[in-house]
């Protein structure tokens, strides 16, 4: 094994190693003249993309990230599959923009009872703001409503008497995660029609 002598000679004198000699004088790059990181040399990248295998590998990674896009795209927004109606699809817990009836009737086929709760309790809501009882907004909570509708028409109104039963199923089937059933549905079609 051979040492060499530059090393024992540093080691016999009690000198230690200097880093900064080789990064560059702490002064310096807090001055902004020196360099702490040590120079790289890319022109490797500027070889390899003049390659043509890499240029056709570029090119077929950016044409499936771009079909990936429009499937994404067209799924998403152009899809109008009729069999399936998804409430949440449909821009969230909104009144605007159903066919109630059709689309109860619908979910009902599919056995989809769940969704059926939560489209009652927004038709109710919806013709509550058509009747100026409430004023629908969605960032209101269920129980703004319930309170707007009780101070403006009271409890004799027959939907504001439903309400507080309407958010009770609605809050266990979309939050509570629990499901309903075809008895539950059908009810809330009732108290809705």
């Known amino acids: 094994m051979k ?13 230690k190693h200097d880093y900064l000699a080789e990064i560059g004088n702490v002064e310096n790059v807090e001055k902004g003249t020196g360099t702490f990181w040590p120079e790289f040399d890319l022109s490797w990248i500027d070889d390899l993309v003049q390659n043509p295998v890499v240029q056709m590998i570029i090119i077929v990674a950016c044409a499936l990230v771009l079909v990936v896009a429009a499937l994404w795209l067209w799924s998403r927004y152009v899809n109008d599959d009729d069999d399936d109606v998804n409430v949440q699809g449909m821009g969230g817990d909104t009144i605007y923009g159903h066919d109630w009836d059709a689309e109860i009737e619908q979910l009902m086929r ?27 907004h969605q960032s209101k909570t269920p129980g703004m409503f319930l309170a707007e509708a009780r101070d403006k028409a009271g409890t004799d109104h027959p939907l504001v008497a439903h309400l507080p039963e309407l958010t009770h199923h609605y809050l266990d089937t979309r939050y509570g995660h629990r499901e309903a059933s075809q008895e539950l549905a059908n009810q809330l079609i009732e108290l809705t029609r």
């Open 3 to 15: 040492i060499d002598s530059n090393y024992i000679d540093s080691i016999a004198n009690g000198h």
């Open 110 to 136: 599919q056995g989809v009872y769940g969704e059926v709760v939560v489209l009652c309790y927004l038709r109710c809501l919806n013709r509550l703001n058509d009747g100026s009882i409430i004023e629908f």
